[in-house]
């Protein structure tokens, strides 16, 4: 799979723990990714929107024939709190896994994300857990007069 290193495109769809009309929207992904010696790496751009960030963000993770299994780490990010209009960024992790398996045919990647949230802050929320489905496919880089390292995908 090392041959398969490079950029990659797709989105992940909001599955449980969102309500409508947020459960089953999709979130574009841009996604540049190394594969070596059974160790993934890379970094992220997703579409910035209500749940998701619009930042570029690193990720570690592992492949062993066709099972590809790798996390993305989020750090002081803005919540929206229960009035459902204000934000407020509170210095916190949180993790979301993705797992999924490899269509060489295709060369695409498709699986179940996955986040469990434990937030400790000043504020007092509680962020159920959260999933949905995900895929990224091989893609060429888009060419165009845009500034694509504004989205950190360099």
């Known amino acids: 799979m090392e041959e398969l290193s490079g950029y990659w495109e797709g989105y992940f769809i909001y599955g449980l723990g969102f309500d409508l009309p947020f459960f089953g929207e999709r979130v574009r992904l841009f996604t540049e990714m190394e594969f070596k010696d059974g160790i993934i790496t890379g970094h992220q751009t997703e579409e910035k929107g209500p749940f998701s960030t619009g930042r570029t963000v690193n990720f570690t993770g592992f492949w ?74 091989k893609a060429k880089k888009p060419v165009s007069g845009f500034d694509y390292s504004l989205l950190g995908l360099s």
Do not use: R
Request: negative net charge.
């Open 64 to 137: 062993e024939k066709d099972l590809v299994s790798f996390t993305v780490q989020y750090t002081n990010n803005d919540v929206i709190l229960e009035d459902g209009f204000s934000t407020e960024e509170i210095g916190h992790v949180f993790e979301i896994t993705y797992n999924g398996t490899f269509n060489p045919k295709k060369k695409a990647i498709n699986g179940l994300w996955f986040m469990e949230n434990e937030l400790d802050s000043h504020l007092d929320l509680e962020i159920p857990p959260a999933e949905g489905l995900w895929v990224l496919k």
